[in-house]
């Protein structure tokens, strides 16, 4: 079995193919590609990659390979789009636990939106140095989520769990504690 996304990672990847070289030497961030609903980033390169890694069949290993053959190739290009893009997921993830604070629960928005802290732990693994700033706003809003979760399921499909283990991905084991 399959999770339920592998089509659109798969898509995902087979465009970024196309697409990062050019990516790679623009000045923009979030590049929009022609009929994928996810910008290309680094972030969301990490996570269809790291996604797609439970999968062992040539296709993926063939596009796994292109990538990071070409992140590779332009590694200053990437690591200024790692930095770039850092500050932005720590802000998108702080703005969003702040919701959940003001509203006192986690919605059900959350075993999507969880993917920006994925994301942020998948860029921090790729960033050679992280500002002590952003470094406390994670770890503030870290604390505001506990504060509001209890340990739970995993809340992803089940066949990621394990290219997410609990010890590395806490916040992907978390439902919604009693209400504040």
Not at 18 to 33: C, H, N, T
Not at 149 to 169: H, I, N
Request: aromatic residues 10%; contains cysteine.
């Amino acid at each position: 079995m399959t999770y339920k996304g592998m089509e659109e990672d798969r898509k995902y990847l087979t465009r970024s193919i196309e697409e990062l070289a050019q990516y790679l030497s623009s000045d923009v961030l979030l590049w929009r590609m022609t009929g994928i609903q996810n910008a290309l980033c680094p972030g969301n390169v990490l996570l269809a990659l790291h996604r797609l890694s439970i999968e062992r069949t040539n296709d993926i290993f063939v596009s796994t390979s292109s990538i990071k053959g070409l992140i590779e190739k332009r590694q200053s290009a990437w690591d200024k789009k790692v930095k770039r893009e850092l500050p932005m997921r720590v802000n998108q993830w702080h703005e969003l636990v702040e919701d959940f604070f003001r509203n006192k629960l986690i919605d059900g928005s959350y075993s999507y939106n969880i993917r920006s802290r994925v994301i942020l732990n998948l860029l921090m693994r790729e960033s050679r140095f992280l500002d002590q700033e952003l470094q406390s706003k994670i770890e503030h809003s870290d604390e505001i989520l506990i504060k509001l979760a209890r340990p739970g399921d995993f809340v992803w499909d089940r066949e990621l769990l394990t290219v997410f283990p609990q010890a590395e991905y806490p916040y992907l084991y978390y439902e919604q504690a009693e209400r504040l």
